[in-house]
């Protein structure tokens, strides 16, 4: 035998060990470049993307199916389905900026040029009048004729007109927004983040119309989380970010307040990123459950993928679902990392998706959907409209539209037949969210119905992908994306980003942020990730430099005159 064909015999024979032993990793990699991406949705994808540009050997493992709970699902009959609708605001920075960075055929600007504009966004009311809210695009903003007193003058002007609040409870709401508009960081992490929205807005002052409005009628369509569980900060941030986009304000170049793929998103975006990524070099392991770290000298020396699967790599990036990093961390990592222990108390809801595949294209309105009065929350987007495949094309023909909507209260008894969502069958969640709709809007008729389906994370009144949500104190139990542990980094939006809010934009800025670290860590040379900060007003700057002193004295904040919170 040769030494030629000795060593070639070598490199087989260990491959073949590796295989039998079920470990995985670049055996040819560069020495300190190998990372192994923990989790292939929104934030893995977005790690594995800046790293591999950075020239670094990267493979991803994931459990269940590339793109998490943003890809789209093939429902029966080879129809268009999804875990939730997809949208994209304005202010979206980072995110968008990797889409811009992902070919697609015939876009100059790849994927980003697959976003098109919503441009209005309707309450819809059961048992009376709908309000419509048009998103004209682009809005000539003025920022000098926002003053705070103009503010609240047009907050409560607004509500008393279009709500029909009372003027008591318009003016509260109105010195609410003030108070928050003009709190200092400080003040927003230490005191609003532990302050339930529903607490901070005193929804249980006021009126039924108040509260669907203003606690979970506002919140439903920004997150998976209700009044009662939500931190102030979190819902306060998330609204105020929107508030600056509809004026024009804080928008990425070409952005809008309001935005969706011009078809399903695996088609239009997720596809072609893992095709990128893959031809970039990328390598993606499907069906590897990852439920340990093995902690060594200080350092993760590999990942554990069930009984006889071993993940090795010089770099570790977790980049999985908070409830399902939280069964990694193990007393050895807490003990090396102290805050590691915060992600077991972070806590996660449901809001998932039910598609109505319709016999006709009904375009509700050009873009989101509110049913005010539905027990379960639902909310919806007319996909058809928007897309550029005809739906026609999907199945055997038949289907003209997808009313894809969402539930995301599934523990309050619905409207018609009493019981929770949480205790239906799929049969009885379709009929239930059906009749609600229905309820709400006279163009929505049973004859339209072709069939529907429910995202198969629903099963047996369980939810295999419920999402992080922001409780009161959330914040300060929430790690960094850098660890203490030399070689782990952590990638979501359950990590502390600056949007702070469950997002697309989150998952992405989470995964910047572990970039960053591990480029630190590893004495890289390369470009560092930009990670966006939201929106400033410079109109609020003076107040929240004086409340910043108020704060740090113990003292409210000095808008904040009925139902005054100390510190």
Known sequence: MSEGTRRDFLKIAAVAAAA???????????????????????????????????????????????????????????????????????????????????????????????LTRATSYLLSRQGRPDLTAPFPFPLPPNPSIYSLGSLI???????????????????????????????SDERRLGQWDRVTWADYIRSDWFSDEYNKFFADGSI????????????????????????????GLGNEP????????????????????????????????????????????????????????????????????????????????????????????????????????????????????????SAWAVTSISQAQFWKRDFSTYGDGTVKDCLSTIISDWFTPGTFNGKPAKDCTPQEIAEEAWKEIKAHTPEITDDLLHSWFLDPAIAN???DEPLFIQHPGSWSDRPESKTAIANLFLAGDWVRTPIN???????????????????????????????????????????????RVRYRLGLPNKWDIRDTRWP
């Open 501 to 547: 809010v469950t997002t697309m934009e989150g998952a992405n800025q989470g995964a910047r942020q572990a970039v960053n670290a591990l480029l630190d860590a590893a004495g890289s040379s390369e470009p560092r990730c930009t990670v966006h900060q939201l929106y400033r007003s410079p109109l609020f700057e003076l107040d929240k430099a004086e409340d």
């Open 20 to 114: 039998t032993t079920g470990t995985l990793g670049a055996a040819a990699s560069a020495p300190g470049r190998r990372v192994a991406v923990l989790g292939g949705g929104v934030a893995g994808l977005s790690a594995a993307h800046e790293l591999i540009e950075r020239g670094f050997d990267v493979t991803v493992y994931e459990r269940k199916a590339l793109g998490g709970k943003a890809r789209s699902i093939q429902a029966p009959g080879g129809l268009p389905g999804e875990h939730g609708f997809r949208f994209f605001p304005g202010f979206y920075f980072d995110l968008t900026d990797t889409m811009r960075r992902t070919p697609f055929p015939g876009n100059a600007q790849g994927c980003w040029g697959n």
């Open 461 to 463: 009144g369980t939810n």
């Open 220 to 247: 439903r369509n920004l997150a998976a989380t209700k009044s009662k569980d939500a931190s102030t900060h979190s819902i306060g941030l998330v609204e105020e970010a929107t508030l600056w986009s509809i004026l």
């Open 254 to 373: 070409g952005g809008s307040v309001d935005r969706v793929l011009d078809g399903a998103t695996s088609e239009m975006w997720l596809d072609p990123w893992i095709a990128y990524l893959r031809s970039r070099g990328v390598q993606f392991n499907v069906g590897w459950t990852v439920d340990g770290l093995v902690l060594q000298n200080g350092r993760i020396s590999g990942a554990a993928a069930g009984p006889s699967r071993t993940i090795s790599a010089d770099w570790f990036v977790v980049a999985m679902p908070s409830e399902r990093a939280a069964k990694l961390v193990t007393p050895a990592l807490v003990a090396a990392d102290p805050k590691l222990a915060g992600i077991a108390r972070l806590r996660q809801d449901w809001m998932n998706g039910l598609m109505f595949y319709l016999k006709r294209e009904v375009p509700l309105t050009p873009g989101h959907v509110n049913y005010v009065d």
């Open 153 to 183: 003058s047009t907050v409560i002007s607004g509500l008393q007109t279009v709500y029909k609040l009372s003027l008591d409870e318009a003016g509260f709401f109105a010195q609410k927004i003030a108070v928050y508009a003009t709190s």
